[in-house]
């Protein structure tokens, strides 16, 4: 098992304002940076983000030089160095905003087959309040919007069904399994092994320790 912690690199540079003119654009045009990724697309200038990843054994993280969920703290790229994946570029604008934005349902919980969520825990408490959001907003059928189906949108292997605001008609088929009734869904094969996790010692509530009082 490997702990990935994954990077979006913009290929545009970075740059910034200073307090004062960030202040004044916050008055008189608030959605500037809106405004000029449209524009950049607009004229062809599109946008891109390089995807990396830094790759840690799962057994480093036992003695690491600090908690390797710690969202303040970063990986040493000596240790780990970055790996390119591959790179992502935004090549159109929306042709409808509320249809192909506004409705947009995204979640780390949607995972592919072989990647798992780890015990982060701000990654732990927004894998429930992002779908919860959702289920709110766009009520729990959220998944079947066009702008939010998965490329296998057409699977009969899983079990959610009916409810507000549903887009499909099962039927009366069943949506459980195991059963005797024709047209049950059956479960997709797994794809990918699951990690196991080690733990000992007790649990309770311990005050937080900082994870690093050495020098920086």
């Known amino acids: 098992t490997f702990l990935v912690k994954f990077h979006w690199l913009t290929n545009q540079g970075v740059k910034n304002f200073d307090a004062k003119t960030a202040e004044q654009l916050a008055g008189s045009d608030?959605?500037?940076?809106?405004?000029?990724l449209f524009d950049a697309i607009e004229a062809g200038?599109?946008?891109?983000?390089?995807?990396k990843v830094q790759v840690m054994p799962?057994?480093?993280?036992?003695?690491?030089?600090?908690?390797?969920?710690?969202?303040?703290?970063?990986?040493?790229e000596k240790d780990y160095p970055l790996i390119e994946v591959g790179k992502m570029t935004l090549n159109r604008n929306p042709e409808n905003f509320f249809a192909e934005v506004e409705q947009v349902a995204f979640s780390p919980?949607?995972?592919v087959p072989g990647i798992e969520p780890s015990e982060d825990k701000m990654l732990q408490g927004r894998?429930?309040?992002?779908?919860?959001?959702?289920?709110h907003r766009l009520t729990g059928n959220a998944d079947q919007l066009p702008?939010?189906?998965?490329?296998?949108?057409?699977?009969?292997?899983?079990y959610n069904r009916d409810g507000v605001m549903r887009y499909?008609?099962?039927?009366?088929?069943?949506?459980?399994?195991?059963?005797?009734?024709p047209g049950t869904p059956k479960q997709a094969g797994q794809k990918a092994m699951q990690s196991q996790?080690?733990?000992?010692?007790?649990?309770g509530r311990y005050g937080q320790t900082p994870p690093n009082e050495q020098d920086d």
Request: with cysteine; net charge negative.
């Open 109 to 111: 919980s949607h995972l």
């Open 30 to 36: 608030p959605d500037y940076a809106t405004k000029d």
């Open 58 to 76: 799962e057994e480093d993280a036992a003695d690491f030089y600090w908690n390797v969920f710690d969202v303040t703290k970063v990986w040493p």
């Open 45 to 51: 200038n599109f946008p891109s983000w390089t995807m």
């Open 147 to 158: 702008i939010n189906q998965p490329k296998n949108a057409c699977r009969r292997d899983y």
């Open 197 to 203: 996790l080690e733990v000992c010692g007790k649990s």
């Open 127 to 135: 894998l429930f309040a992002y779908p919860d959001a959702h289920r």
């Open 168 to 181: 499909d008609n099962r039927g009366g088929e069943p949506n459980y399994d195991p059963s005797t009734l």
